[in-house]
């Protein structure tokens, strides 16, 4: 799928999902460690539920579960490696 192949998947918005977002967390982390970024969707103006701190725990119970290490790439450098900012 695109993931192996290099695609970015940008995971936010859990407020306004019809489904359970680990799965397909865990899926994309095994398909390419490198591909999952997360995000707060704040404000979450269009979400029937706003961002609350439980979706990171989510992201952070889900990733972890698959391998150490994973969490901290989807939260922090993955990001990084994507918009590559400068560091003073």
Known sequence: ??????????ATGFGRLDFEP???LQAIARANPGALLVG???PST???RPFAA????LVVAAL???G???AER??????????RPRRS
Do not use: Q
């Open 22 to 24: 680990a799965p397909v």
């Open 64 to 66: 972890d579960s698959v």
């Open 46 to 48: 269009r979400a029937p």
């Open 40 to 42: 707060t969707d704040l």
């Open 54 to 57: 439980a979706d990171l725990a």
């Open 1 to 10: 799928g695109l993931v192996e192949r290099g695609a970015w998947v940008k």
């Open 68 to 70: 150490p290490g994973l």
């Open 74 to 83: 989807a939260l922090v450098e993955n990001a990084r490696a994507l918009y």
